[in-house]
């Protein structure tokens, strides 16, 4: 079968893209080496910083989404969203590199695997084939 979009990794940015094309109207194969798309099998921070306009983006987490409002989309999160108030950066050379505030979360903690799999069904939905 012939498809228009191929994407390579089923990560948050895979999937979105994926799910995105067929939204668009295109054919789209999905091609992942994990079995089970939404399992996590390595350590990975799942924290989004929230000084507004990092990466030229803002957003924020309303019920069952992450809406990015610069870029106008939104896209589904099921799972626990926890206030980080601290968070170190060791360099390779051993400095430390220590954000905090007493009052105000740095960040937001999610939880990757409940990401994946809401973005997974999405793009299921949206019609794409995943090998």
């Known amino acids: 079968m012939d498809y ?4 390579v990794g089923a990560s948050p940015s895979g999937l979105t893209s994926a799910m995105t094309a067929a939204k668009d109207g295109f054919s789209v194969l999905l091609v992942e080496t994990k079995a089970t798309i939404a399992r996590q099998t390595r350590p990975c921070c ?3 910083l929230l000084e507004p306009g990092f990466h030229n983006e803002t957003w924020t987490f309303q019920h069952d989404r ?3 409002h610069r870029g106008d989309f ?3 999160y099921t799972g626990n969203v926890v206030d980080l108030y601290r968070s170190v ?3 390779a050379n051993g400095n430390a590199l ?4 007493k009052m105000m979360p740095v ?5 990757k695997s409940k990401l994946l799999e809401g ?3 999405s793009a299921l939905h949206a019609g794409v084939t995943v090998r």
């Not at 220590?98 to 505030?101: C, E, P, Q, S, Y």
Request: glycine share 8%.
């Open 74 to 76: 939104s896209i589904p």
């Open 89 to 91: 950066r060791i360099a």
């Open 107 to 111: 960040g937001k903690v999610i939880d």
């Open 66 to 68: 992450i809406c990015f």
């Open 119 to 121: 973005l997974l069904e």
């Open 46 to 48: 799942s924290m989004w």
């Open 4 to 7: 228009d979009v191929i994407v």
């Open 98 to 101: 220590v954000m905090g505030k």
